[in-house]
């Protein structure tokens, strides 16, 4: 993944690189039966694991995941304001005491590039139990990877529409150029 940086021209979210794309994707087909078997164990409710997708959404700021997880957490019953505390990184005052220590471990995984310490997942196992551990880490990597495809998008409008820009200008400059040498021609050849 690449870092945001902090220049005005350049794309500034975390997204995939053509050398991590891969081992990306690897990871979510890896996950994929375990978020299968975390949807059937029911052991995370659908707005728990709305939460927990908001969570790790307002740690890396995907467009696209973030209107629709927030739209899906209204379909759950979640308040405006717990979303709007959840999408602002507040979930001390968004949530229970019981789900804080799941959106605390989903915001510092987002945080770490998907390497939170072994301390994070001793808390989350010791909070829930291994079994739901498993299950709120298969939704958090379920959406880290939505997050980093949706920037990685983003990045590459962004990137493509900087180059058309500059195409744009050498243009406008090529041109004005041109103008003024054909200009200073008929003043010194008048026809």
Known sequence: MTEPEDTADEFQKKTFTIRTLPLGIARFVHNIPRLVRARRADRVTDQFAEKIMLAVTAVNECQYCTRYH???????????ETIAKILENDVGSAVDDDEQPALVFAQRYAETDENPDQEALTGLREAYGRETAADILAFVRAIYFGNLLGNTYDGVRFTLSQRAQTGRQYFRSASARLG???ERLRE???V
């Open 188 to 190: 010194r050849c008048p």
């Open 180 to 182: 003024r040498a054909v």
């Open 70 to 80: 927030t739209d899906l957490a209204r379909e759950t019953g979640m308040d405006q």
